[in-house]
C-alpha cells in the first residue's frame, strides 16, 4: 500500500492506458466475430487479462477482416 | 505530389480505423512511464527477495538508469510491435484488392509505396515523441540529477535507426507476397547488422550502432560525432531501399 500512495504518478496513467487498450480491444472482439483464428472465448480472457500485450496481439493476428 | 497528399491522408486514416495509431501511443506512452519507475524500483525489489541476512551494495539508481531502460524498451520491444504493426502495410492491401481499383484509375504507383513509407514515418516519430518526452519528465520527477547528456541527439540517433527498418520493411513488402515474409526478411537484416558488429573495420560505419550505442553518449563516453558515419549511411540507406522498393513495385503484377 505505502507502494501505491507513494508512486500513484506512475500506477495512474499505466492502469488507464491499458484499460484504455483493452476495452478497445474488447470492443472490437465483440462486435467483428469473424477471427482470422481462435473463438470469442478466446480473445476476450486474451485481450483483458494480459496487460498491454493481449490487445497488441488481438489486433495484429487476431482480428479477421471487417 | 497530389497523389502522394491524398494516398497519404487516406493511410493515416487507416492507421486510426485499424488501431495502429491506439496500439502505438498507449504503448509507447507504458513504456515512458515504465522506464523510470522499473529504475527506480529495481534496487528495492532486489532488496526485498535477498535471502535474510544478506547484504550486497546496490548502487543507487540515477537518470542514467532510467534512460538505459528507455533505449532497451524502445529498440526491443517497441521497434518490435512498429514493425508487427506494419508488416501487412501493403499485402493486405494487394490480397484483399483494394489497391487495384486504385492503381487501375491511375494513382501512380510511386505515390502508394512513398505514402506509405511517410505514414510509417509519422506513426513512429510520433511513438518515439511520447515515449522519450513521457520518460523525459519523469525522469526529472524522480532523479534530477543532471547526468544525462546528448538525449535529443541520442533519441534522434534510436529514431533513425527505426526510420531505415522501416525502410527496409517497406522494401520486403514489395519483394514477397506474405506479411510474414517481410518481418523475416527484416529481421534477418539485423541479425546481418549484428554478425557485421564482429568486424573492427565495419563498425564506424554500421547503422546498428544508433540503436545499440546511446547510453555511451549519454553519459558522454562517447563523441557525437562518433555517430557522423553510420548516420549518413543510415540516411542514405532509407533513400535507396525506397527507391528501391518504388522500382519493384512498378514491375510487380497485381
Known amino acids: 500500500m505505502e507502494m501505491l500512495q507513494e508512486y500513484w504518478p506512475f500506477f495512474v496513467p499505466l492502469i488507464a492506458s491499458q484499460f484504455i487498450l483493452a476495452v478497445t480491444a474488447l470492443v472490437h472482439v465483440l462486435r467483428h466475430p469473424n477471427y482470422r483464428f481462435g473463438t470469442k472465448a478466446f480473445w476476450i480472457p486474451v485481450v483483458l487479462l494480459i496487460q498491454f500485450i493481449g490487445p497488441v496481439i488481438y489486433f495484429v493476428f487476431g482480428r479477421g477482416e471487417d | ?254
Open chain 2, 1 to 254: 505530389m497530389n497523389h502522394f497528399h491524398v494516398f497519404f491522408k487516406k493511410e493515416l486514416r487507416e492507421s486510426v480505423r485499424t488501431h495502429r495509431l491506439l496500439i502505438i501511443l498507449t504503448i509507447f506512452f507504458m513504456f515512458g512511464v515504465m522506464n523510470p519507475l522499473t529504475a527506480k524500483l529495481t534496487p528495492d525489489l532486489l532488496a526485498k527477495f535477498l535471502p535474510e541476512g544478506m547484504i550486497i551494495e546496490l548502487p543507487v539508481p540515477s537518470s542514467l538508469d532510467s534512460w538505459a531502460q528507455f533505449f532497451k524498451n524502445v529498440t526491443q520491444m517497441g521497434l518490435i510491435v512498429v514493425l508487427l504493426v506494419f508488416s501487412g502495410i501493403l499485402a493486405n492491401e494487394i490480397t484483399q484488392g483494394t489497391l487495384i481499383n486504385l492503381l487501375t484509375k491511375g494513382l501512380s504507383r510511386e505515390a502508394v509505396i512513398t505514402a506509405k513509407y511517410a505514414a510509417m514515418l509519422a506513426l513512429w516519430s510520433m511513438g518515439v515523441l511520447v515515449s522519450s518526452l513521457v520518460t523525459w519528465g519523469y525522469t526529472v520527477y524522480l532523479f534530477p540529477d543532471g547526468k544525462s547528456h546528448n538525449l535529443v541527439f541520442a533519441v534522434f540517433c534510436l529514431w533513425l535507426f527505426g526510420a531505415f527498418l522501416l525502410a527496409q520493411l517497406v522494401f520486403s513488402t514489395t519483394l514477397v507476397k506474405s506479411s510474414y515474409g517481410s518481418l523475416i526478411i527484416t529481421g534477418a537484416v539485423v541479425v546481418f547488422l549484428n554478425i557485421l558488429q564482429v568486424f573492427p573495420g565495419v563498425q564506424p560505419w554500421n547503422p546498428l550502432v544508433l540503436a545499440t550505442h546511446n547510453m555511451e553518449l549519454i553519459g558522454q563516453n562517447l563523441e557525437p560525432s562518433f555517430f557522423a558515419r553510420p548516420i549518413g549511411l543510415a540516411f542514405l540507406g532509407c533513400c535507396l531501399l525506397v527507391v528501391l522498393a518504388v522500382v519493384v513495385f512498378r514491375k510487380k503484377q497485381i
